[in-house]
């Protein structure tokens, strides 16, 4: 008979948690361009923002969509007219969470590419979800250090 330890049951959970997020991933996606979408822009307010609970993406060289990998928030002022956008969406790839010069749709922009894994994540700074997951382990390592 197998027996499992606290330890063993607690990093099961916290794996079977980061599986659920990535297959059925919801993002906030919404667009505001100079204030365009007051409810998308910062500070965030969800009520009137779409919100998709199983958000997909294309992929480059595929036909059809899949199933995102990534929330993103992309928010900037665009260098020539300084105009601001702010992007809320869902991707398949992690864009890093940098800040700077980046490039949108053939133009430049000074802002930040912000991506998460968890659920509805792009409401705000990724910063935020990052450091939950850091307390989820930490709890995790205390939990299995305790009970070696």
Do not use: W
Not at 32 to 61: A, I, W
Not at 77 to 92: A, I, P
Not at 126 to 146: C, D, Y
Request: net charge positive; aromatic share 6%.
């Amino acid at each position: 008979m197998i027996t499992f330890t606290a330890p063993c049951i607690a990093l099961l959970c916290v794996l079977l948690l980061d599986l659920c997020r990535v297959n059925s991933l919801g993002c906030f996606t919404c667009t505001s361009l100079n204030g365009s979408d007051p409810s998308c822009r910062d500070p965030f307010n969800p009520v009137h923002v779409n919100y998709e609970t199983k958000c997909k993406q294309g992929m480059e060289g595929r036909v059809g969509t899949f199933p995102a990998k990534y929330c993103t928030k992309i928010k900037g002022v665009r260098v020539d007219t300084q105009s601001e956008m702010l992007v809320r969406s869902c991707g398949m790839e992690s864009m890093l969470n940098t800040c700077g010069l980046f490039r949108f749709k053939e133009h430049d922009y000074h802002g930040c590419l912000m991506s998460c894994k968890a659920n509805a994540c792009n409401e705000a700074s990724a910063l935020r979800h990052m450091t939950s997951n850091i307390v989820v382990f930490t709890v995790s390592a205390l939990v299995i250090g305790k009970n070696s």
